[in-house]
């Protein structure tokens, strides 16, 4: 099984090999900076991702970096320096992901304009 997906321009594009495990959404005030609002994303083994093109990369602290197309400059990729997998933007996936929402984080950074529905479980980080 392969999930495939891209930025809006289509200058990045990427496939995760395998089922997709149960994505989260990130509440922290970088995500909802980046990507103007809360970020959902599912962490995936490097090994099982593959990237086409050539992401710009935004250091967005000592542990972590962000990626994203230079050109249209879609919000693609979360990358922790030291582990071994990496966040992918849930939005950026074409057809079905056959996965479904499991957990919201960092919600004590939560814009205000907005209410966490749905009963799902929320860590303060």
Known sequence: MTHAGACLCGAISFSVEG??????ACHCVQCRKQSGHYWASVDVDRTAL???????????????????CGTCRSFLFWDHLQGDT??????????????????HIFVAQKGDYYDIAGGLPQNAR
């Open 19 to 24: 089922p997709l495990p149960a994505p989260n």
């Open 50 to 68: 593959t990237v086409t093109g050539t992401p710009a990369w935004f250091a967005s602290s000592d542990k972590a970096r962000r990626g994203f």
């Open 86 to 103: 990496t966040a992918v933007a849930m939005g950026a996936f074409d057809g079905p992901t056959d996965t479904r929402l499991a957990l």
